[in-house]
């Protein structure tokens, strides 16, 4: 006897199987790891092309926020993907608003079946396609307009995003249950939690970090990320100034519109020489860095959902992260915290890790087969999916 349960089954499957065209924008450039945004932008539209949907993601036209060598033309197509770039002013606070009012008009003529949008900023430019009657979905990759990177018009802008996303969005996607209770107890808006996703990696012994910057296994602490304030890298360096240890402290990331915060964070470090500042990092050398380090630290006052924090857990490393809910609620007890903001506490819990290998091995054996598991690409496409064809 078939029941409704079937039916509801059988249903989804079809609507499953349904193919869309689907545009996406928002994010600055893809290919191109300029930031999570772009991470996730790049896996959900391949993901999708894949499966035989007609996905066209609208990048920025420009360069590459670490600088013109890390551009990566591909030209119009890339991995199945449809590429159209819009014009941009490549200013402090006007790249993202001027991409997305010309994204959101190319969004709204086109043959689009949804609308994605991603992040706060951009949902501002919402109400052009949904004039047009386009079913639009936001995702929310944090609250951005906390972010001090950020001055007070920009973060007006970013907060008339976030009010937009609210009355118009057929549906928000929040990345952590934090933001989603933000949401209930701000807007009373009910959103969708389909936190991001994490590709097991191939893991790779150091080479390229060895000749660039005398790196071996096991040789440093890593912290991997924008160079902004809300990041936390202050505690880290003070903290880290204070170790008594022979191991370095890696920095890898470039700045985002805050270059006076990275030269002031290099000062606060030129006296310590253990203490390496990478800028940008891609590819091979990425791996190596994430494969190789004794310690991953993401000291964040401020997250969404921290893509750095699952691909070093992927790489089966030890962790240990600052107690905010958005790490927390991703390592579950598979990675260590120390409370926000507080210097002592977090250089007490490194310390102890320097000290006992032990507990950095139990950490790592288990960390990697966790976050694989549980934080699926190809369960966020579905669900995904699921949600721009519901009716």
């Known amino acids: 006897m078939r029941t409704e349960l079937d039916f509801v089954s059988r249903q989804n499957t079809t609507d499953i199987d349904r193919k869309l065209n689907i545009a996406m924008l928002g994010h600055k450039r893809i290919p191109s790891r300029e930031g999570g945004v772009e991470v996730v932008v790049e896996e959900l539209s391949v993901r999708m092309a894949g499966r035989g949907h007609k996905v066209t993601c609208i990048n920025r036209s420009g360069h590459h926020v670490a600088g013109e060598e890390y551009d990566a033309y591909v030209g119009n197509i890339y991995k199945g993907v449809r590429l159209k770039n819009v014009p941009t002013i490549n200013l402090k606070g006007f790249a993202a608003a001027t991409s997305s009012f010309f994204g959101a008009l190319i969004a709204a003529f086109g043959r689009y079946d949804v609308v994605h949008f991603h992040a706060e900023g951009p949902c501002a430019t919402m ?30 802008y970013i907060m008339k995003g976030e009010i937009r996303a609210v009355k118009m969005a057929d549906e928000i996607i929040v990345l952590s249950q934090s933001a989603q209770q933000y949401f209930k107890d701000t807007y009373g808006r009910d959103t969708v939690l389909i936190p991001n996703g994490v590709n097991r990696p191939e893991v790779h012994k150091p ?179 699921r949600l721009y064809m519901k009716e």
């Not at 929310?140 to 007006?156: C, N, V």
């Open 127 to 156: 109400w052009i396609p949904k004039l047009m009657g386009k079913r639009c979905i936001a995702t929310i990759h944090g609250l951005d307009h906390k972010r001090q990177k950020w001055g007070y018009f920009a973060s007006r």
């Open 207 to 385: 080479q390229l970090i060895s000749d660039k910057y005398g790196l071996g296994k096991d040789d440093y602490i890593l912290f991997l990320g924008r160079l902004v304030p809300e990041k936390g890298i202050e505690y880290l360096i003070k903290a880290f100034k204070d170790l008594n240890t022979n191991k370095k402290l890696v920095i890898a990331g470039g700045s985002s519109d805050s270059l006076e915060f990275e030269e002031n964070m290099k000062n606060l470090a030129a006296s310590d020489d253990r203490i390496i500042f990478t800028g940008f990092v891609q590819g091979r050398v990425l791996s190596e860095l994430l494969s190789n380090c004794y310690l991953y630290v993401l000291p964040s006052d401020l997250e969404g959902m921290p893509l750095t924090l699952l691909e070093a857990m992927s790489y089966g490393q030890c962790c240990l992260v600052s107690d905010i809910p958005e790490c927390a609620d991703v390592i579950g007890d598979k990675a260590l915290t120390f409370h926000k903001g507080d210097v002592q506490d977090l250089k007490s819990k490194m310390q102890n890790l320097l000290a006992n290998p032990a507990i950095v091995d139990k950490y790592r054996s288990a960390a990697s087969d966790y976050v694989c598991d549980k934080y699926n690409w190809d369960r966020v496409v579905d669900e995904t999916l």
